[in-house]
């Protein structure tokens, strides 16, 4: 993002599963409208409001949380295979011309970012996941108003600055999303009894290895396709992301719905909607990792040249 964010927040249906895999999902819990399920009155005092309107929001969380977990379970269809799943890819990105062609992505006829979400939420239903580094909320919520209380994977290293935590707490009271957290197998603690401490330091790949890679990837194993917020100008390595592949890594369907989006249309949408963005990104951080290896970014220089500053590293390998 490209600058501070006026007119947005900074902190300070179920789907069911169907045997269609073309129509897997059909919205039977919905979201709480303004704040609630529930119709409250006028003449409750405004703090009971609130608080009333915060349980209806957690029951309609956990009713959901209980019926995506019955569905990935097999209560209604069972997770497709590689196969079956690279099919599907295929026909996504013909039917939204989702693919990178050998000269660069089709920007003139693939789809909208809502084009491929509801297709998403039509094939997946909740087999679909949504990963977020708590930079900003535009993807959950543009996701979360198709299929409402979708799970969101926070990768939570350890080692996030205090206001990407509470940028992810802010989302999960303001959004009609599930947050789960993906922790690492071991604390900072005992990875540093294990390895030393300051890993990130010593071997910034390995530590991201450890504390990034390896939870997600074992977080999507419950899933069958994950939606990111990979954008194509935010780093060369990522100028020919297309809408929809097959994630070998992970073994998931992979889609990036905000691809041809830029950095205005990112600020438009939070601004319009009054969305939760990290503070960070209006006191020169663009790109928000750990705070041990990310550093504001001076004006006009590369928005990822924060991240890892002084070292040949741009990716911390969720991405390649």
């Not at 789809?111 to 039509?122: C, D, F, L």
């Not at 989302?171 to 990875?191: C, K, Y």
């Not at 719905?257 to 020169?284: C, F, I, K, R, S």
Request: with cysteine.
């Amino acid at each position: 993002m490209s600058g501070p964010h006026s007119g947005s927040t900074t902190v300070t249906g179920v789907a069911a599963g169907s045997e269609e895999p073309s129509s897997a999902a059909t919205s039977v819990i919905a979201p709480v409208a303004d704040g609630t399920a529930t119709s409250l009155g006028g003449s409750l005092p405004r703090l009971e409001q609130i608080r009333a309107r915060a349980k209806a929001r957690e029951r309609a969380r956990a009713a959901a949380r209980e019926a995506h977990a019955h569905i990935r379970a097999g209560g209604v269809r069972r997770r497709r295979t590689p196969e079956e799943l690279k099919n599907v890819v295929e026909r996504g990105q013909a039917l939204l011309h989702g693919t990178s062609l050998p000269g660069g992505p089709d920007t003139h006829r693939e789809a909208s970012a809502e084009a491929v979400i509801a297709w998403a939420v039509r094939e997946f239903g909740p087999w679909l996941a949504v990963a977020s580094s708590m930079q900003d909320t535009v993807l959950a919520h543009l996701v979360a108003k198709q299929l409402p209380w979708v799970d969101v994977l926070f990768g939570d290293t350890g080692y996030h600055f205090a206001e990407t935590i509470g940028t992810r707490d802010a989302a999960e009271l303001s959004l009609d999303v599930n947050i789960v957290d993906v922790r690492p197998e071991r604390t900072v603690g005992e990875q540093d009894a294990t390895h030393g401490p300051r890993l990130y330091e010593r071997d910034p790949e390995k530590c991201c290895a450890l504390r990034k890679v390896a939870p997600m990837r074992q977080a999507l194993r419950g899933y069958e396709a994950w939606a990111t917020g990979l954008r194509r100008g935010e780093a060369s390595t990522r100028r020919n992301a297309p809408l929809i592949t097959w994630d070998e890594k992970n073994q998931v369907v992979k889609i990036n719905p905000l691809a041809g989006w830029t950095d205005e249309q990112v600020d438009e949408y939070a601004q319009e909607h009054g969305l939760v963005v990290n503070p960070l990104l209006g006191d020169g951080y663009p790109s928000i990792g750990c705070a041990p290896c990310t550093q504001r970014v001076a004006a006009g220089a590369d928005k990822r040249s924060g991240r890892w500053a002084g070292r040949d590293k741009v990716e911390c390998g969720l991405h390649g």
